[in-house]
T-cell receptor, first 118, second 115 residues
Framework: DAGVIQSPRHEVTEMGQEVTLRCKPI?????LFWYRQTMMRGLELLIY????????DSGMPEDRFSAKMPNASFSTLKIQPSEPRDSAVYFC????????????????FGSGTRLTVV | QQQVKQSPQSLIVQKGGISIINCAYE??????FPWYQQFPGKGPALLIA?????SEKKEGRFTISFNKSAKQFSLHIMDSQPGDSATYFC??????????????FGKGTKLSVIP
């Protein structure tokens, strides 16, 4: 498996523009997470899905942020309109949490999208 | 309640030395404690994890020590190597039940191992 695939790797956009980040989770994983990483706040959970259904979006900072998972192999995180304070690295992670989850399994993270809003 | 506090923020260790990173938590529902390693330009990757039924877990040069009564756990890297230079995150979650799929991360420790 190629792991969790995120695109684009880097995105530079102007304030006010719409930004869409994409994620392909590992096949067979039934949980998908979106995290944001900044120096000040570390890794923050934005939203997570189970079997394509959003379970907890309490970490989404504002209505400008939205996330979808139309099928098991694709998810998007959209920011509209973008602001300079949204500049961060956004990570997607996936996981399989079966009934007898092996303790060491954990999350598999993608390589992230570095977003810069100017 | 949900925080995991990690220290130090940065750490410089000589090659061959021991690196120690500490974490503390408040939520007594946490009973799964993984550590993640992140290299520049990459996402965090699971390194080692522990549950509180044991006080220590060792995998190669990496050891987690766990103190349930103090609600603290730490990562020890023995014989530290320059290739260990990375950012390390502790995390915690309940192992099962409500919230078990949501890891709460510490803010990270940037480790530099100098030759």
């Amino acid at each position: 498996d190629a792991g969790v695939i995120q695109s684009p790797r880097h995105e530079v956009t102007e304030m006010g523009q719409e930004v869409t980040l994409r994620c392909k989770p590992i096949s067979g994983h039934d949980y998908l997470f979106w995290y944001r990483q900044t120096m000040m706040r570390g890794l923050e959970l934005l939203i997570y899905f189970n079997n394509n259904v959003p379970i907890d979006d309490s970490g989404m900072p504002e209505d400008r942020f939205s996330a979808k998972m139309p099928n098991a192999s694709f998810s998007t995180l959209k920011i509209q309109p973008s602001e300079p304070r949204d500049s961060a690295v956004y990570f997607c992670a996936s996981s399989s949490h079966g009934r007898d989850r092996p303790m060491g399994r954990g999350y598999t993270f993608g390589s992230g999208t570095r977003l810069t809003v100017v | 309640q949900q925080q995991v506090k990690q220290s130090p923020q940065s750490l410089i260790v000589q090659k061959g030395g021991i690196s120690i990173i500490n974490c503390a938590y408040e939520n007594t529902a946490f009973d799964y404690f993984p550590w993640y390693q992140q290299f520049p330009g990459k996402g965090p990757a699971l390194l080692i994890a522990i549950r509180p039924d044991v006080s220590e877990k060792k995998e190669g040069r990496f050891t987690i020590s766990f103190n349930k009564s103090a609600k603290q756990f730490s990562l020890h890297i023995m014989d530290s190597q320059p290739g260990d230079s990375a950012t390390y995150f502790c995390a915690a979650s309940p192992y099962s039940g409500a919230g078990s799929y949501q890891l709460t991360f510490g803010k990270g420790t940037k480790l530099s191992v100098i030759p």
